[in-house]
């Protein structure tokens, strides 16, 4: 967006918008500020010049956002159930989500696909994409964002089993270091009869449009 030369309008607060259902952490936003005119500073940039002069407080308000899930615990999500005789799977497939690498506080994008097989407990279908939401808005590895949602979700629900099977594309792996392009990594977590039973495991990874552990 070009505007015109030190005018209060390039600032981009309409992309500040806060993140579905979630507040934003509670940052210490002086802090982040002075910590990225630091980092300024520190590749030879001059943070007084006039396109940098808000950069670190909009940087803050960004980790703000990205960090809401901290204060928060999940599986609050999970807490309202449904008593249900379905015995069937529920599945969401292809929840959209964007976490933070804990290893380069760089992001990571991508989709989760989140299963069970209730044994009479069952909840909404939007609480589970916001347990991945929550997991997600916080320093993360997608192995352990993979493994707290199953294991969230066998704790709070007692289904028959779980799975969550998640493929993500890591900004450090395609804009620096190995510059993968277009690599995704997948990861799995399977509880219960889906790591148990062989034939509900293909069945719920042929169900995510997975064949053993390959997208199909
Ligand atoms: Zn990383």
């Given at each position: 967006m070009a505007t015109s030369r030190g005018h209060e309008s390039i600032d981009d607060d309409a992309s500040d918008a806060r993140p579905r259902d979630l507040p934003p952490a509670n940052v210490d936003i002086a802090r982040i500020e002075k910590a990225v005119r630091e980092i300024l500073l520190a590749v030879g940039?001059?943070?007084?010049?006039e396109g940098l002069l808000k950069t670190p407080n909009r940087v803050a308000r960004a980790y703000a956002e990205l960090m809401a899930g901290l204060p928060i615990d999940p599986r609050e999500h999970l807490k309202t159930v449904f008593r249900e005789r379905y015995d069937e799977v529920v599945l969401l497939r292809d929840i959209e989500f964007h976490s933070l690498c804990e290893h380069h506080l760089l992001p990571f994008t991508g989709k989760a696909h989140v299963a069970y097989l209730p044994d009479g407990k069952v909840v909404g279908l939007s609480k589970l994409a916001r347990l991945v939401e929550g997991y997600a808005r916080r320093p993360q590895v997608q192995e352990r964002l993979t493994t707290q949602i199953a294991d969230a979700l066998m704790e709070e629900l007692n289904p028959i089993g779980a799975a969550c099977v998640i493929e993500a594309t890591h900004t450090c792996m395609t804009i620096r270091g190995a510059k993968k392009h277009g690599s995704t990594m997948v990861t799995s977590a399977l509880r219960g009869i889906f790591k148990e039973n062989p034939s509900s495991r293909a069945e719920i990874l042929s169900l995510m449009h997975f064949s053993n552990g390959m997208k199909v």
């Open positions: 940039e001059n943070p007084d010049r």
